[in-house]
C-alpha cells in the first residue's frame, strides 16, 4: 500500500495564486478558473506520489535539493516533503528571474 501524503498550502503560495487568478479573470475569467482548477488538481495529486515533481533546477545548482516544483506552464509550483506532509510554497511565473525569487524566499 502506497504512503499517503498531506498537501498543505504556505500562505504565500496561496497569494501567488490568488493574485495569478485575479490577473487572468480581468481578461478571461473562463481560462483563470480552469487554470484555478489544473494548478490546484495538480498540487493535490502530490498525496499520493510526491517525488514525481523534479528537483528544482536553479536551487539545485546551489546545492540545494530539498525543493521540488511541478509545471502548469508557464506556472512552477514549489513544493518540499517533510514527513508525511507536502507543502506547497510558491507558484511562479517561470518568464521572471525565478532563481533569485526562490533564493530570496525559500534560503533564509
Wanted: charged content about 30%; glycine content about 2%.
Amino acid at each position: 500500500m502506497n504512503k499517503k501524503y498531506y498537501v498543505k498550502w504556505a500562505s504565500v503560495a496561496q497569494r501567488d495564486l490568488k493574485q495569478i487568478i485575479d490577473h487572468i479573470a480581468i481578461d478571461n475569467p473562463g481560462n483563470a478558473l480552469q487554470l484555478l482548477k489544473t494548478i490546484k488538481q495538480k498540487a493535490s495529486n502530490l498525496y499520493s506520489h510526491p517525488e514525481r515533481g523534479r528537483i528544482v533546477p536553479e536551487l539545485q545548482d546551489q546545492g540545494i535539493h530539498i525543493y521540488r516544483e511541478l509545471v502548469v506552464e508557464p506556472w512552477r509550483i514549489i513544493y518540499r516533503i517533510s514527513d508525511t506532509t507536502v507543502f506547497v510554497l510558491s507558484v511562479i511565473d517561470a518568464r521572471r528571474n525565478v532563481e533569485d525569487i526562490l533564493l530570496d524566499r525559500l534560503v533564509k
